[in-house]
T-cell receptor, first 112, second 112 residues
Framework: AQSVAQPEDQVNVAEGNPLTVKCTYS??????LFWYVQYPNRGLQFLLK??????LVKGSYGFEAEFNKSQTSFHLKKPSALVSDSALYFC??????????FGAGTQVVVTP | DTEVTQTPKHLVMGMTNKKSLKCEQH?????MYWYKQKAKKPPELMFV???????INESVPSRFSPECPNSSLLNLHLHALQPEDSALYLC???????????FGSGTQLSVL
């Protein structure tokens, strides 16, 4: 079965510092991975996806993610965090029937 | 138009009431989804419609009844709900089943 794990419940970072949100995956076959972000009282918003190809995927709002097959990781990164990046972040993997399996989520708190 | 619109935004209902949640998209997407989300938790898939046919039912209790009247509309009919059904109900759509999801802002449901 396909699954993802987000090992951190919360990540705290100062504005202007680099932001990393961790995700590891477990799949049979080639992974189809996503990152979504959820701001308070909103639905989830798509940030980026990895299917095949370049291991560095660029997405919305200055985010990027690095796919690492040997470490089975797909960490989300942003070089310089903004207070407005404070939100709940979900990693997800596509499984059978196209169903998305979401990670538990990581709360990002960016302090001024 | 890249929006998924959900109505109402908030709903309070008693355990004997019947109500409906509505979802609409005009992106020409052929897959539509209902998710249930508890606070600070990942969304849980409930139903998927693909080309207006029910594709996935995640063993959801019969007090939840989905309906897809046409390719742009998705309804969720609610009857005899329990307090534990209180949650944020999210609608999403995608080009086809399994592709990136576009989420609505959700309906915050409280069952008294």
């Amino acid at each position: 079965a396909q699954s993802v794990a987000q090992p951190e419940d919360q990540v705290n970072v100062a504005e202007g510092n680099p932001l990393t949100v961790k995700c590891t995956y477990s799949v049979s076959g080639n992974p189809y991975l996503f990152w979504y972000v959820q701001y308070p009282n909103r639905g989830l918003q798509f940030l980026l996806k990895y299917i095949t190809g370049d291991n560095l995927v660029k997405g919305s709002y200055g985010f990027e993610a690095e796919f690492n097959k040997s470490q089975t990781s797909f960490h989300l990164k942003k070089p310089s965090a903004l207070v407005s990046d404070s939100a709940l972040y979900f990693c997800a993997v596509r499984g059978s029937w196209g169903k998305l399996q979401f990670g538990a989520g990581t709360q990002v708190v960016v302090t001024p | 138009d890249t929006e998924v619109t959900q109505t109402p935004k908030h709903l309070v209902m008693g355990m004997t009431n019947k109500k409906s949640l509505k979802c609409e998209q005009h992106m020409g997407h052929r897959a539509m989804y209902w998710y249930k989300q508890k606070a600070k938790k990942p969304p849980e898939l409930m139903f998927v419609y693909s080309y207006e046919k029910l594709s996935i039912n995640e063993s959801v209790p019969s007090r939840f009844s989905p309906e897809c009247p046409n390719s742009s509309l998705l309804n969720l009919h609610l009857h005899a709900l329990q307090p534990e059904d209180s949650a944020l109900y999210l609608c999403a759509s995608s080009q086809v089943q399994g592709e990136k999801l576009f989420f609505g802002s959700g309906t915050q449901l409280s069952v008294l």
